[in-house]
């Protein structure tokens, strides 16, 4: 079977002035980088707003397990499908972070004949976004510490600075670190370490944002600690917002690029789901919506984290909310979260698959609570058995939600004609969205309303540490924005080993982390990592390039 890279290489795509036509945007209305991929610039988002609105379709899933979902690859089928169908699609979707790309999970660029290309460039470097946000991450982090050093005006404690370094790459080493050893010229001693890139809060914010004035803004009122009377110091104290703003003026623009059947594809952002708020751009997925009849968007992995966030954190920023919200699941997925064991997985298994339904059922009746239609797509394995298909599409039927087979990884868009017919049904149904819960509800209480609503737990705990810090958001009139909860994405718990559909458990918060720049509380449940590690055989390891330039091992 073809590696996705190789099918990727024989594709021979169009110029990426052919797809911006496809947008009805002249070639001196992008800024082109190389022949297949391009910026957007300010003007021409400008000029985008003035176009009337499509419809967004919102791509979510069941948990990620080991057994692969296919969230992306159905994402792009979809699009390519509806394009086949007659109606112009224009996929918006997150940048792939380097640190999976060389560990284990892979890309964001889909997969088989349901991908978007140059998936080389956009699985690596692509046009330096994630490079910019690190410069400007560690610019920060940089002047802070000269501060410090210079004399330390504005009387911050080094003990409670709260902004760290960033990477984006896996590198657990780092998660902890003490900087300023040596002479005194070296800077001051203090404790220290680093974020993924991706887990930032200026990847946050560069997602949020929706111009360069907003942009730095936002950046002026990052919280980077706290004085030694214990007040509040913001990169507005130190001045800088406008040099960090430079560094991401060009990595604000979205990207354009294409998928394997030419549908235009806008890439920008690609903030974690499980440690972040898991959605690409506001300025991306406004794009879609004002160049295509429908806009097709995905949230990171499963529906309790990406498409909770995309409902109740960046929706409300959006000009619309979505017509219509996809749950991807697969037979094998099913199975695992009902027992079976991984390596056993291509056998039937009716018993394992029935257990396992109780994962995607949460899923689908969560996601119904935002008063919007919701669909299913059953995103089918060759493994697959007849009657496991059947069964899954009839437990799906009994919730009273419609499901679609969906084989675009093998077949492209025309493996995904079902599931768009059934989208093109769900957009003519009624759409009431309501947000999971007000901002003007205090902290506790939004915590409780997701964690039981969405998660399933019974109550909400929350540590020594994140009590004292809630004391001190309520100080400072920090607790009316919305709140970000980064927890483990295997599970509806903070439990990563805790499958299915687990009820009636504790979340615990560790941490409250204000990040006011992106304009939202983080909470940190469980034992999640915001720097994850590389596993025993990261995949880098299998990736080369030959004297050609011909890349390989790359899925």
């Known amino acids: 079977m073809k590696t996705d890279i190789a099918i990727a290489q024989e594709n021979q795509p169009a110029t990426i002035e ?7 945007l002249a070639a001196a209305e992008i800024e082109p ?27 979510t899933s069941i948990n990620p397990t080991p057994a692969g979902e296919g969230k992306s690859t159905v994402t792009i089928g979809l699009a390519d499908a509806l394009n086949q169908r007659g109606h112009r699609a224009v996929i918006a979707l997150r940048e792939p972070s380097l640190g999976p790309v060389m560990g284990m999970k892979g890309g964001a660029t889909g997969g088989g004949y349901a991908q978007v290309v140059p998936m080389a460039d956009i699985n690596l470097h692509f046009t330096g976004d994630m490079h910019a946000l690190t410069a400007a991450n560690n610019t920060l982090a940089a002047l802070i510490d000269n501060h410090l050093h210079q004399g330390n005006r504005l009387g911050l404690d080094p003990k409670r600075i709260l902004w760290r370094r960033a990477l984006d790459i896996n590198d657990r080493a780092l998660r902890e670190t003490i900087i300023g050893l040596g002479r005194p010229a070296n800077g001051q001693m203090r404790s220290d370490g680093f974020d993924i890139t991706v887990a930032s809060e200026m990847m946050a914010i560069l997602c949020l944002a929706r111009d360069l004035t907003d942009l730095k803004a936002r950046l002026a009122r990052i919280l980077i600690g706290y004085t030694y009377e214990r007040q509040p110091v913001y990169v507005a104290d130190l001045g800088v917002a406008g040099a960090l703003t430079v560094l991401l003026k060009d990595a604000l623009q979205p990207n354009l690029v294409q998928t394997l059947e030419q549908t235009p594809a806008i890439i920008h952002g690609g903030p974690f789901a499980n440690i972040a708020h898991g959605c690409n751009s506001i300025l991306a997925t406004e794009a879609a919506l004002h160049t295509g009849e429908f806009a097709i968007t995905e949230a990171g992995f499963g529906a309790d984290l ?15 909310a979505p017509d219509v919200i996809v749950v991807v699941a697969t037979v094998r997925a099913l199975k695992y979260n009902g027992g079976q064991k991984l390596a056993t997985l291509d056998q039937e298994d009716l018993g394992a698959l029935r257990q396992g339904y109780v994962n995607l059922q949460r899923h689908l009746h969560n996601m119904r609570q935002y008063q919007l ?3 299913a797509s059953i995103n089918q394995f060759a493994q697959d058995t007849p009657a496991e298909l059947a069964l899954l599409q009839e437990l799906i039927a009994q919730d009273q939600v419609s499901s679609a087979l969906t ?14 017919d059934l989208v093109l049904n769900a957009v003519q149904q009624p759409a009431d969205y309501r947000r999971l819960y007000d901002d003007q509800a205090d902290l506790p209480t939004k915590l409780t309303t997701i964690a039981q609503k969405i998660y399933g737990a019974g109550q909400v705990e929350l540590s020594a540490t994140a009590q004292r810090q809630l004391r001190q958001i309520r100080k400072f009139g920090w607790e009316k924005l919305p709140v970000c909860i980064a927890k483990t994405q295997y599970s509806f718990s903070d439990v990563p080993k805790a499958l299915g559909a687990p009820s009636g458990f504790t979340l615990t918060i560790r941490e409250l982390v204000p990040k006011l720049g992106a304009g939202f509380i983080v909470a940190l449940a469980g034992n999640i990592l915001t720097m994850p590690g590389l596993p025993a055989h990261p995949a880098a390891e299998q990736i080369d390039i030959d004297g050609a330039g011909q890349i390989s091992g790359l899925f």
């Open 373 to 375: 239609p919701v669909v």
């Open 407 to 420: 084989t675009v990884f093998a077949n492209g868009g025309t493996g995904g004609l079902a599931l768009a």
């Open 33 to 59: 980088y190389g022949h297949d991929k391009a910026k957007l610039p300010a003007p021409t988002l400008a000029k985008l707003r003035q176009r009337p609105l499509g419809k967004l379709v919102l791509v």
């Open 306 to 320: 990406g498409a909770e966030k995309f409902l109740d954190i960046v929706t409300p920023h959006l000009p619309k």
């Open 18 to 24: 052919t797809i911006a036509a496809k947008l009805e």
